[in-house]
Antibody
Framework: VHLEESGGGVVQPGTSVRLSCAASGFSFNNYGMHWVRQAPGKGLEWVAVIWFDGSSKYYAGSVRGRFTISRDNAQNILYLEMNSLRAEDTAVYYC?????????????WGQGTLVTVSS | QSVLTQPPSVSAAPGQKVTISCSGTTSNIGSNYVSWYQQLPGTAPKLLIYDNTKRPSGIPDRFSGSRSGTSATLGITGLQTGDEADYYCVTWDLSLSAEVFGGGTKLTVL
């Protein structure tokens, strides 16, 4: 199992960015996928989960309405579209594979991509 | 403020045992399985315990988990300096319809 995040960088407040997570080594379309973030020097914060077929999505209250999780099962890629970015969204963003097609526990993690929201 | 409550830090000597608590409510720990994650400095988190008590392959039996009511506990025996890390408990919260993390506990092996 390999998960590789990309798309991070320095972005201005109020703008948008899309993160990607390229998955390999397993049948991507069989598993739920999560995004989890970690602000500098802080703890882990769950962001969102999407079921194996994209039929259900759930979000943390802090990002609901601004972030959108999606997936391309043909390309084995997970996305996180982040809009109306704020300074408090600055964090390392990890993608993680669930143990099931829905949500159970976060079995495998990527190495993360850093998003810095700053003017 | 995290939905799940963990002590900010714990410490013990090499070879000793330590426990890390995770306190929640009937809406989360009381209703769903708990998992635990280890995050070594500068690295991504790693699954340690799932379904309250189970260890993934490759995780030594020095690590154990338990759940009682609305609380869960991670135990680590035979402490090693390599166990110094941040530890997080996680579960699903029915009221929030969201995965919730504890605030994390920093383990220091003195």
């Amino acid at each position: 199992v390999h998960l590789e995040e990309s798309g991070g960088g320095v972005v201005q407040p109020g703008t948008s960015v899309r993160l990607s997570c390229a998955a390999s080594g397993f049948s991507f379309n069989n598993y739920g996928m999560h995004w989890v973030r970690q602000a500098p020097g802080k703890g882990l914060e769950w962001v969102a989960v999407i079921w194996f077929d994209g039929s259900s999505k759930y979000y943390a209250g802090s990002v609901r309405g601004r972030f959108t999780i999606s997936r391309d099962n043909a390309q084995n890629i997970l996305y996180l579209e982040m809009n109306s970015l704020r300074a408090e969204d600055t964090a390392v963003y990890y993608c993680a594979r669930d143990n099931t097609g829905l949500r159970s526990y976060l079995e495998y993690w990527g190495q993360g991509t850093l998003v810095t929201v700053s003017s | 403020q995290s939905v799940l409550t963990q002590p900010p830090s714990v410490s013990a000597a090499p070879g000793q045992k330590v426990t890390i608590s995770c306190s929640g409510t009937t809406s989360n720990i009381g209703s769903n399985y708990v998992s635990w994650y280890q995050q070594l400095p500068g690295t991504a988190p790693k699954l340690l315990i799932y379904d309250n008590t189970k260890r993934p392959s490759g995780i030594p039996d020095r690590f154990s988990g338990s759940r009682s009511g609305t609380s869960a506990t991670l135990g680590i025996t035979g402490l090693q300096t390599g166990d110094e890390a941040d530890y997080y408990c996680v579960t699903w919260d029915l009221s929030l319809s969201a995965e919730v993390f504890g605030g994390g506990t920093k383990l220091t092996v003195l």
